[in-house]
């Protein structure tokens, strides 16, 4: 990552009026790609076509288990509050998955080892 | 990307992409990290690396969340930049021109004005302060019931020495105008969905007039990294990072309420207790921290000698306020007993402050101890949890349970 800025000795002096307390210089990154993929269930087109461009699969699949009217709701906010181009028909589509791939999900924290 | 916003058709080619290029879930993720969180799912991936940063915790790739492993807070009161957490919002901008970078001053000012970085660098006195920088949803994955939203542990936390001007000097700039009520923060980040709220911000005027609220870009003598917001960002000590404004591009004086989306709708919690299910309920934007304590020297679950002296330590801070102190407490309501923790140098109000605690002799298993921050103004961490529908401001007495062996 590129992005420095200085602390000219000068200021630490308290030095002329005229000298800049630090220089700026322009700055890029490179930002990594999703490496995740959403598991084969019923309904994961309609999540890769409406979701993932918001959000990562990895930030789907990690909340916690909440029931199918919560993912409504969510899906609902999404389109209504956050404007998320979401086909109508695709909502249900939506919902089932992420009620399915929670279902399928037992606790894998104590599953996996670390 | 010209124009980060997308339309349906960008978001499906989007995804295609995503979905071809990417292994199946789960595989090559390399290392993961157990967050502990209450039913799970808990198992987070410590990859990929993000540049600048060392090992995080990996909550989101797009738009970055990246969580601070607690191991961090073990080795000092500053946490590095390179292991400092990161919440966006919204996409942000990876290239910045400081020759091209504007801050507009507009709203109720007597005269607005297009700043350049250096026109803010020399607007006042250049000001350093250390102090924390907190998500408002830090600990949400712990909350018992469960509730949705970024599923952090307790890392969306930091201290760094923040280096900027003061807010005021460079509100003098455009001067404020009549009727001035609030003053409200616009960075570089803008929504990915034509007509979804743009994330701004806005504090009272009388915070904004704080001698210690700068707009900051030096994090730990290096300029802010563009993760946390370079060239720019609000710094409100005591408040939750909600506040501090990223890639600061714009600031509006306000001189009525503040009814944008992150201020009127969201980033707020009840009034009083609520129960999983109520609804209709009066809420308060979030906005000073509670104070907190953590030990870091061991683990939930980590063996000690049985027979042996124990050597406990950690980080605490008082949240608005200085810590005041630190206790080690029993299990439950204080279990009946606590002992007073020995504070760390003080780095100021707002900053992390080192407590340990020596036990001279461990007799049996050390059941749910727990550390309780008490601060200057007599705020002290709850034995229960606060449990709010959004999982904000967490600030109960955090435990651990120790096997003597």
Same mark, same amino acid.
């Given at each position: 990552?590129?992005?420095?800025?200085?602390?000219?000795?000068?200021?630490?002096?308290?030095?002329?009026?005229?000298?800049?307390?630090?220089?700026?210089?322009?700055?890029?990154?490179?930002?990594?790609?999703?490496?995740? @993929?959403?598991?084969?269930?019923?309904?994961?087109?309609?999540?890769?076509?409406?979701?993932?461009?918001?959000?990562?699969?990895?930030?789907?699949?990690?909340?916690?288990?909440?029931?199918?009217?919560?993912?409504?709701?969510?899906?609902?906010?999404?389109? +209504?509050?956050?404007?998320?181009?979401? @086909?109508?028909?695709?909502?249900?589509?939506?919902?089932?998955?992420?009620? +399915?791939?929670?279902?399928?999900?037992?606790?894998?924290?104590?599953?996996?080892?670390? | 990307?010209?124009?980060?916003?997308?339309?349906?058709?960008?978001?499906?080619?989007?995804?295609?992409?995503?979905?071809?290029?990417?292994?199946?879930?789960?595989?090559?993720?390399?290392?993961?990290?157990?967050?502990?969180?209450?039913?799970?799912?808990?198992?987070?991936?410590?990859?990929?690396?993000?540049?600048?940063?060392?090992?995080?915790?990996?909550?989101?790739?797009?738009?970055?969340?990246?969580?601070?492993?607690?191991?961090?807070?073990?080795?000092?009161?500053?946490?590095?930049?390179?292991?400092?957490?990161?919440?966006?919002?919204?996409?942000?901008?990876?290239?910045?021109?400081?020759?091209?970078?504007?801050?507009?001053?507009?709203?109720?000012?007597?005269?607005?004005?297009?700043?350049?970085?250096?026109?803010?660098?020399?607007?006042?006195?250049?000001?350093?302060?250390?102090?924390?920088?907190?998500?408002?949803?830090?600990?949400?994955?712990?909350?018992?019931?469960?509730?949705?939203?970024?599923?952090?542990?307790?890392?969306?936390?930091?201290?760094?020495?923040?280096?900027?001007?003061?807010?005021?000097?460079?509100?003098?700039?455009?001067?404020?105008?009549?009727?001035?009520?609030?003053?409200?923060?616009?960075?570089?980040?803008?929504?990915?969905?034509?007509?979804?709220?743009?994330?701004?911000?806005?504090?009272?005027?009388?915070?904004?007039?704080?001698?210690?609220?700068?707009?900051?870009?030096?994090?730990?003598?290096?300029?802010?990294?563009?993760?946390?917001?370079?060239?720019?960002?609000?710094?409100?000590?005591?408040?939750?990072?909600?506040?501090?404004?990223?890639?600061?591009?714009?600031?509006?004086?306000?001189?009525?309420?503040?009814?944008?989306?992150?201020?009127?709708?969201?980033?707020?919690?009840?009034?009083?207790?609520?129960?999983?299910?109520?609804?209709?309920?009066?809420?308060?934007?979030?906005?000073?921290?509670?104070?907190?304590?953590?030990?870091?020297?061991?683990?939930?679950?980590?063996?000690?000698?049985?027979?042996?002296?124990?050597?406990?330590?950690?980080?605490?801070?008082?949240?608005?306020?200085?810590?005041?102190?630190?206790?080690?407490?029993?299990?439950?309501?204080?279990?009946?007993?606590?002992?007073?923790?020995?504070?760390?140098?003080?780095?100021?109000?707002?900053?992390?402050?080192?407590?340990?605690?020596?036990?001279?002799?461990?007799?049996?298993?050390?059941?749910?101890?727990?550390?309780?921050?008490?601060?200057?103004?007599?705020?002290?961490?709850?034995?229960?949890?606060?449990?709010?529908?959004?999982?904000?401001?967490?600030?109960?007495?955090?435990?651990?349970?120790?096997?003597?062996?």
């Amino acid at each position: 990552m590129r992005g420095r800025f200085w602390l000219p000795a000068l200021l630490l002096l308290g030095a002329c009026d005229t000298a800049p307390k630090v220089v700026f210089e322009d700055a890029s990154i490179t930002l990594p790609d999703d490496p995740n @993929d959403l598991p084969e269930a019923p309904g994961r087109e309609a999540v890769l076509e409406n979701c993932t461009a918001c959000h990562s699969p990895s930030t789907m699949l990690q909340q916690p288990r909440v029931p199918r009217e919560k993912w409504e709701a969510t899906v609902k906010k999404m389109i +209504e509050l956050y404007k998320a181009p979401v @086909d109508p028909k695709a909502v249900p589509q939506i919902v089932d998955y992420m009620v +399915e791939v929670q279902a399928r999900q037992s606790d894998v924290s104590r599953e996996t080892p670390k | 990307m010209s124009d980060p916003r997308l339309t349906r058709r960008a978001l499906i080619a989007g995804a295609g992409t995503a979905a071809l290029a990417a292994p199946v879930l789960g595989q090559k993720l390399g290392q993961f990290i157990d967050l502990g969180l209450p039913g799970g799912p808990s198992l987070r991936p410590l990859e990929p690396q993000f540049p600048g940063k060392g090992e995080m915790i990996v909550q989101r790739i797009r738009p970055p969340l990246l969580e601070t492993p607690m191991e961090v807070f073990r080795q000092g009161i500053i946490t590095p930049n390179d292991r400092f957490f990161v919440r966006w919002n919204w996409a942000m901008p990876t290239e910045v021109s400081a020759a091209k970078h504007r801050v507009a001053i507009g709203g109720a000012v007597k005269a607005p004005v297009s700043l350049t970085l250096d026109d803010i660098a020399s607007a006042g006195e250049t000001v350093e302060i250390t102090a924390i920088n907190q998500c408002a949803g830090n600990g949400r994955g712990l909350s018992e019931p469960r509730v949705t939203g970024t599923q952090w542990g307790n890392g969306a936390m930091g201290c760094a020495k923040w280096t900027g001007v003061r807010l005021k000097d460079v509100l003098a700039k455009a001067g404020l105008a009549e009727g001035a009520k609030r003053v409200r923060f616009a960075g570089l980040d803008v929504p990915m969905t034509t007509g979804a709220p743009q994330f701004i911000k806005s504090i009272p005027l009388d915070i904004a007039m704080r001698d210690d609220v700068l707009i900051a870009w030096g994090m730990n003598g290096e300029p802010l990294p563009l993760l946390h917001g370079f060239p720019l960002r609000i710094v409100v000590p005591g408040w939750f990072s909600t506040y501090w404004v990223k890639m600061l591009s714009t600031i509006e004086v306000l001189s009525s309420e503040d009814e944008s989306h992150y201020v009127a709708e969201t980033y707020r919690w009840p009034t009083g207790p609520v129960k999983p299910g109520d609804k209709d309920f009066a809420t308060i934007p979030i906005t000073a921290m509670p104070p907190r304590a953590f030990i870091t020297s061991h683990a939930d679950g980590a063996a000690v000698a049985l027979g042996q002296p124990l050597v406990l330590e950690g980080i605490a801070f008082g949240g608005d306020a200085g810590l005041a102190r630190v206790d080690l407490v029993g299990a439950g309501d204080g279990g009946g007993w606590e002992i007073p923790c020995t504070l760390g140098p003080d780095e100021g109000p707002y900053a992390f402050r080192r407590w340990s605690l020596t036990i001279p002799q461990v007799s049996d298993n050390l059941t749910q101890i727990g550390v309780r921050a008490i601060n200057v103004n007599g705020v002290a961490q709850p034995a229960e949890l606060v449990w709010n529908p959004s999982g904000y401001a967490r600030g109960v007495i955090e435990r651990i349970s120790l096997r003597a062996q």
